[in-house]
């Protein structure tokens, strides 16, 4: 029986794999894209998988990076930007990083030379109605045509233009003999307890040299394509709002108001840094208000001057760039389709993810939903317990909606083990026998045990003995 084309919008990381995906299940694909015939801000060539900025695909180390181990189960799915990327890999001590023209050159010839595999040249601005599966995989520098037609579907909120984001810490390399929960006023608000923050303290000091360590640290500078675009109210850097004078802070997310330490009743802080929870395991926490354009080691290295995060372990660092991503919590079911308009799958950084690998990855599994969907079979999603899966649950609902009223909280996210729910049974032991004492020997544990079951659930559920329909 010959099938209906699946159509895929945009030949980048994601749409490149979606569309490999489909044609190695025997789904015939029409891939559009829009290059060289028109460009975006960032990409410089006509070749499909184009590296924007670096060459990396970070660590490939699965016991110690969930990028690693995102690599692994790509590998283990058939993925062809990882095949592509091993190919070409160019020396980087314990991270995969690729040349890029090699790298792209082959994954435009794998899908040149697929039978299954139609390639369009050209820019789509609206998804016509007659194409009843499409995925729209046109990256955070979607084309402003389709931008708007997606606008119009989901409503004026729904793309986020400029990307502001703030560290997220690892709850458990918090010190909470420093720090405190607790929300401010004691407020429980909708679904909250009362006690929904961590709260660092800082005397007037340790605040000084904090601003101190703003005003002098290395930045990122804009893009030029960046410079136009506007900060969202509410989005300014913690640096920027430091230029303007010394005790905003104080008066903005640094406010120690309604905020009592526990432990020092009658010692007021001259400034506390909130932490709010992230997901909804609640292993990740961000700090509240803390976009910044710093550096990433000066982030790292003025972050840990705040009493209580001295040894925090980041899960993602703050940034601020021009960006394009749909609330997906809200706007896509479970296996990655627009609610308002089931025949549309978005799939890699439009959805809310972070990062190349993160990007192939989410056009991996929309590929592989939408050619299951065409073949008539079930769809069955991986369980949260892999990369994959954790990645689609922070996508598609993991993400907790902000305590306090205001904008969606819904942030792009690389993939990290805090999305990960934590083992049941925490090895107490190491390879010896000993028993673990708190620190590294205990963290790089847990991960290598989030890895071996990753593994684990992974075949468990190609073997199709986990049975997570998503419907
Ligand atoms: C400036 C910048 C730098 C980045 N640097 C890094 C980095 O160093 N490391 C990292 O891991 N991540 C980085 N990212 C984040 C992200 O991982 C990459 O942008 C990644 O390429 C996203 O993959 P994607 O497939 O979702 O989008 P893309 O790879 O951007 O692919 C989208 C494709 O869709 C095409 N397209 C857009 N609109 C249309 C249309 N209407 N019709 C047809 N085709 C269309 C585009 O031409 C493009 O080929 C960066 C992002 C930006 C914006």
Redesign the pocket.
Known sequence: MTLKPVHV???????SEAAWQLARNGVPVIL????PLRT?A??KTGGYA?L???NSFRSDDRDRNAVGLLHAEMRRLGSLIMQAADANQVPAGGALAVDRDGFSAAVSAALENHPLITLARE???VPPEEWDSVIV???????P??AASIRSLTGEDALAFFDAIAPIVHRDSIDLDVAWFQSRYDKAGPGGSGADYINCPLTREQYDAFVDALLAGDKTSF?DWEKSTPYFDGCLPIEVMAERGRETLRHGPMKPFGLTNPRQPDVKAYAVVQLRQDNHLGTLFNMVGFQTKLKHAEQVRTFRTIPGLEKAEFARLGGL?RNTFLNSPQLLDATLRLRAQLRLRFA???TGC???VE?AAV?LLAGRFASAERRGEEIVAPPQTTAHGALLTHITGGHLETIDAGPSSFQPMNVNFGLFPPLAEPAPFDAQGRKYGRGSAKNLARKSGLSARAITDLERWLAGETAVAAK
């Open positions: 919008i945009g030949g980048g990381l994601a749409g559009h894209e829009m290059r975006t960032a990409h184009e924007v900025c670096s820019e789509i601005a995989a046109t990256g955070p520098l979607t084309s045509a389709l893009h760039h890699g950084q439009i972070e990062g190349y990007s056009g």
